[in-house]
């Protein structure tokens, strides 16, 4: 993937690689289609794998392989969709919050903090591949993931969109409950409408 690079020194030297993508202005979509798309991609694939070579530690067991295939691509796709509108539904968040903190109130760069910043925990989607006897691994892993994300988020704050260091913890915190809050919202309903396969 020709944005590994990117990746990598956004986990190893997040304020460098933040400079840079701040000196690169590019539209919300451009962000989505040439970094966001491809990165999330890494958590569906490996899932997808895991579910079909999961044997006994797969999430669930079906009577042929056509059911096992049916499940798996259905789990990644509803995975890889709610993992794009969530990136969408942080950045909204992001922009409503800006004029409270005294940042610069812009959905491309938004969505660029967002996408950029979720860097560690696409990586570490490809833990999902591991069956599921090793679940305590795989929390261990995808929870060091998010709070380095949290992190990348938090230094983002003051290269995209401009929020004074002195405010960018506490702006921080607020997005983060504001958009766990709202994500648990919207995945109630989709839960309830049958966008996401019951596991």
């Given at each position: 993937?020709?944005?590994?690079?990117?990746?990598?020194?956004?986990?190893?030297?997040?304020?460098?690689?933040?400079?840079?993508?701040?000196?690169?202005?590019?539209?919300?979509?451009?962000?989505?289609?040439?970094?966001?798309?491809?990165?999330?991609?890494?958590?569906?694939?490996?899932?997808?794998?895991?579910?079909?070579?999961?044997?006994?530690?797969?999430?669930?067991?079906?009577?042929?392989?056509?059911?096992?295939?049916?499940?798996?691509m259905?789990?990644?796709?509803?995975?890889?969709?709610?993992t794009?509108?969530?990136?969408?539904?942080?950045?909204?968040?992001?922009?409503?919050?800006?004029p409270?903190?005294?940042?610069?109130r812009?959905?491309?760069?938004?969505?660029?903090?967002?996408?950029?910043?979720?860097?560690?925990?696409?990586?570490?989607?490809?833990?999902?591949?591991?069956?599921?006897?090793?679940?305590?691994?795989?929390?261990?892993?995808?929870?060091?993931?998010?709070?380095?994300?949290?992190?990348?988020?938090?230094?983002?704050?003051?290269?995209?969109?401009?929020?004074?260091?002195?405010?960018?913890?506490?702006?921080a915190?607020?997005?983060?409950?504001?958009?766990?809050?709202?994500?648990?919202?919207?995945?109630?309903?989709?839960?309830?409408?049958?966008?996401?396969?019951?596991?």
């Open positions: 993937m020709h944005q590994l690079p990117r990746i990598l020194n956004i986990i190893v030297r997040p304020d460098d690689e933040w400079s840079a993508i701040a000196r690169g202005r590019c539209a919300w979509w451009q962000t989505g289609w040439r970094f966001l798309a491809p990165a999330a991609l890494i958590a569906p694939l490996a899932h997808f794998a895991g579910v079909l070579l999961g044997g006994a530690g797969a999430i669930r067991s079906f009577p042929d392989r056509a059911g096992t295939l049916h499940f798996a259905l789990s990644a796709l509803s995975g890889y969709t709610a794009l509108l969530s990136v969408i539904v942080i950045a909204l968040v992001v922009c409503v919050v800006m409270l903190y005294r940042g610069r812009s959905f491309d760069d938004a969505f660029r903090l967002v996408a950029y910043a979720g860097a560690p925990v696409w990586l570490a989607g490809i833990v999902l591949v591991a069956p599921l006897q090793r679940f305590p691994l795989l929390v261990v892993v995808m929870l060091i993931a998010l709070m380095h994300s949290l992190y990348l988020f938090y230094r983002g704050l003051r290269h995209l969109l401009q929020v004074p260091e002195s405010d960018a913890a506490e702006c915190a607020v997005v983060v409950v504001a958009s766990f809050l709202l994500s648990s919202v919207v995945g109630y309903y989709g839960s309830a409408a049958g966008l996401f396969p019951h596991m």
